[in-house]
Nanobody
Framework: QLQLVESGGGLVQPGGSLRLSCAAS????????MSWYRQAPGKERELVAA????????NYADSVKGRFTISRDNAKNTVYLQMSSLKPEDTAMYYC??????????WGQGTQVTVSS
């Protein structure tokens, strides 16, 4: 059974850091484009960061460039999102996505990140 399980969210003060994890089962993350999306209340889901299959090229939303880093550990079959210098506007539900084709497109259940003092 293909599954993505996110963890690592929580409450953090502005300027703080968090590391999100996305553990995959039933498939190899190395074969998929792995991404992190987020959705804040009343807003559309947006792409935060992505990492390609071969080569591990990365792509980031302008709003997180220089603050967030996406990485992949093929041995652990896990994708990470290291977030630093967090801002209140980073508050959202963060979702992990695995994409191979339109028929092979999977989502996790999400992990909440709240940035507040």
């Amino acid at each position: 059974q293909l599954q993505l399980v996110e963890s690592g969210g929580g409450l953090v003060q502005p300027g703080g850091s968090l590391r999100l994890s996305c553990a995959a089962s039933g498939f190899a993350v190395s074969r998929y484009v792995m991404s992190w999306y987020r959705q804040a209340p009343g807003k559309e889901r947006e792409l935060v960061a992505a990492i390609t299959r071969a080569g591990g090229n990365t792509n980031y939303a302008d709003s997180v460039k220089g603050r967030f880093t996406i990485s992949r550990d093929n041995a652990k079959n896990t994708v990470y999102l290291q977030m630093s210098s967090l801002k209140p506007e980073d508050t959202a539900m963060y979702y992990c996505n695995a994409y191979l084709t339109t028929m092979n497109n999977y989502w996790g259940q999400g992990t909440q990140v709240t940035v507040s003092s």
